[in-house]
């Protein structure tokens, strides 16, 4: 089944513990990318990545990594998790990043920072 | 990407048509609409996209309007898993998409 996954589904942690949150796409989509969505500020992009070694910033880089090493994989780093970083975050892969490509989206991120 | 308006929520009853209108008046020629649909915290989903035409697939319809301003997503027969947050956006591609806050469609039975 074609999908995405991301791990842990559900993450509480404490300030500045180091955490990673996995996403993995088995559809071989170059394309793959982070969300964040917060009560009434709807999605907002982390970061996506074109292909693999190619990363680029979105609307709000701050305060997190991610690594493109292989085509299907596209984890999302927190060095020094802050309780502002607190929120739902989502992963979406697509085949290229063009226009009139289906993005798909994985299950979700809720992630508790205290 | 061009700024869109939808209206926060709407209602429709199990079996009818749901027409879901977006402003979207400052698009320019280039920029597709996507519509994007979220259940309850789920990931968000993919509905159907179009630059000038109208649009059909399995899920739904589009008719943009010819001055491309506006745009209507028409599920057909609305059932109650349609009960859902649908987004539209205007973007040149597919790799940014800036979602908004959308429109909560609600189906009662």
């Known amino acids: 089944e074609a999908q995405v996954t991301q791990n842990p589904r559900y993450l509480i942690t404490v300030t500045g513990k180091k955490l990673t949150v996995t996403c993995s796409q088995n559809m071989n989509h170059e394309y793959m990318s982070w969300y964040r969505q917060d009560p009434g500020l709807g999605l907002r992009q982390i970061y996506y990545s074109m292909n693999v070694e190619v990363t680029d910033k979105g609307d709000v880089p701050e305060g997190y990594k991610v690594s493109r090493k292989e085509k299907r994989n596209f984890p999302l780093i927190l060095e020094s998790p802050s309780p502002n970083q607190t929120s739902l975050y989502f992963c979406a892969s697509s085949l290229q990043g063009t226009e009139g490509e289906t993005q798909y989206f994985g299950p979700g991120t809720r992630l508790l920072v205290l | 990407d061009a700024k869109t308006t939808q209206p926060t929520s709407m209602d429709c009853a199990e079996g009818r048509a749901a027409n879901l209108p977006c402003n979207h008046s400052t698009i320019s020629g280039n920029e597709y609409v996507y519509w994007y649909r979220q259940i309850h915290s789920q990931g968000p989903q993919y ?63």
């Open chain 2, 47 to 109: 509905i159907i996209h179009g630059l000038k035409n109208n649009e059909t697939n399995e899920m739904a319809s589009l008719i943009i309007t010819e001055d491309r301003k506006s745009s209507t997503l028409i599920l057909p027969h609305a059932t109650l898993r349609d009960t859902a947050v649908y987004y539209c956006i205007g973007s040149y591609s597919n790799y940014k998409l800036t979602f908004g806050k959308g429109t909560l469609l609600t189906v009662n039975p």
